[in-house]
């Protein structure tokens, strides 16, 4: 039962994220409700349904990841990298790749999540690797003008005192900065 519904959740989330520019930023409200809900369910202390968070987190995870790629990876050409430019705009690219890099880093092992501020920080490999990205993107020229953002981003997503109670300030941090002109975003600022 749970399973199911945790699939019925997925896949609404996980289909919502066909985007264009015009539509993208649609996509940190969906980002902003799917942490707010995965907080709820770990107060629950239920091994289980914490299981079932870490599932749902890794995959937005995965997709956001994909979503911050430069180029689409579906098709055979994307497949070899390839693929068309992607329709999404370079600041959403860099929203998309901080809040990869930040579950990342929040998700230390498929088994364990840091829902506690002040312990060291073990980065997986996984994570280091979301995090050098993370910080390369300041060095492309596409992202030149989101220099302060992308610092911003790796300084919040490296400090121990961040959590994955912390993942809605991330957001707002770049959603205040990136899009400050898009008013149905008010709700996560």
């Known amino acids: 039962m749970l399973e199911e519904k945790e699939d019925q959740f997925l896949s609404i989330v996980l289909s919502s994220t066909k985007s264009s520019v ?36 890794l995959s937005i995870q995965g997709r956001q990841n ?36 930040f579950l990342s880093v929040q998700i230390p092992q498929e088994n364990q999540i840091r829902l506690k501020p002040g312990s060291e920080l073990q980065l ?34 490296k400090h121990p ?4 109670h912390d993942g809605n300030n991330l957001l707002a941090l770049l959603v205040n900065t990136l899009y400050p002109e898009v008013h149905y975003l008010d709700m996560i600022r």
């Open 22 to 57: 015009k539509e993208e930023a649609k996509l940190f409200l969906w980002w902003h409700k799917a942490l707010q809900l995965s907080l709820l369910q770990t107060e629950q202390n239920d091994t289980i349904l914490i299981e079932s968070v870490i599932r749902i987190l």
């Open 161 to 164: 005192d961040h959590c994955l």
């Open 124 to 157: 997986s490999q996984k994570a280091q690797q979301a995090l050098n990205t993370l910080e390369s993107m300041a060095s492309n020229k596409q992202y030149m003008e989101y220099q302060e953002q992308l610092s911003q981003a790796s300084q919040f997503i």
């Open 66 to 101: 994909q979503l911050a790629e430069e180029r689409l990876m579906s098709g055979i050409l994307g497949v070899i990298g390839l693929g068309k430019k992607s329709p999404l705009s370079p600041r959403f690219r860099v929203v998309a790749r901080s809040m990869s890099a």
